[in-house]
């Protein structure tokens, strides 16, 4: 048996938890152990997923109304099972259940993570939390509901298989995930491909912002908090305007900035090349990420975090 069946086995109750402003692999991770452990233990065991709140394109999930955003439950669990967090201040103020927690467990994939779980699980490698937790759990408890769950982490955080980190052993994990049988074309549709009219507005806005930065390696645009309250939307409803600024020919790094305070704005960046790594990038502006998709902050009105950015990104880029 291993870490994370042990763990399971041995606990009474337990909680699951992730990052803030989930995302795919986030909430799909999430799914998958709560519904593994219904499968494995039926009702003998307390099972509680707590996660902020999310694109309610993911209530299509089997059990996905069993997450909870509670951060005043006065009960503690035996576990912890933490997934997809690279640090415990991306817990936000869900960081409560696993201080409280007798035990806990992390499966992620970030690099340089530096969570404190009593144990922790890590591949680097490994496209998505999803695809790391598909390697532990027991095959016999995966049904169609673990299976769609998994499906569903990991081809959003391989940019639905395309990302470079995608490689044959997680084509052949999704070959045996939709060997379950679910509609699995109709579920990307639902989850990642359909916007709202008011968000392919707000993409319009971003596109008519565009810019390339750095002699044309840069490519850069940005929404304010007036876009969004013009058009009825929230943070979550953006996430996806950073894909389409990444997908510009002779780019090599892709920022979408996003105002979340008075001059202070949330800048999502992708990088085009292994030999940038924007999470050092990001690392030094307070944020953190991948070596290949990471998110930081800065300062200011637009035009000088634009400034700024294109300053520093071109130092960045020429000491490589
Ligand atoms: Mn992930």
Redesign the pocket.
Known sequence: MNLLNEKIENAKSICILGHERP?G??IGSTLAIYNYIRNKYGDKKVVRPYLDYFSKNFLILPNADKISNDLMCADTYDLAIIV?SSSIDRLGDYKRYFDEAKDSILID??ENNTFPSKVSIVFPESI??AQVLYDFLDKDYIDKNVAICLYV?IAT?SGVFRYKATNSKTLKIVANLIDFGFNFTDILDKIVFDNTVNQRKAQGIAFDRLELLYKGNVSFSYLNENDLNSLNLEKKDIDNVIVYLREIENIKVAAFAYQVGNNIFKLSLRSKSDAINVADFANKHEGGGHKLAAGCIYYGDIQTIKKNFEKDIKEFIEAK
């Open positions: 995302d692999d986030c997809d994939h970030h998505a939390t982490g955080d």
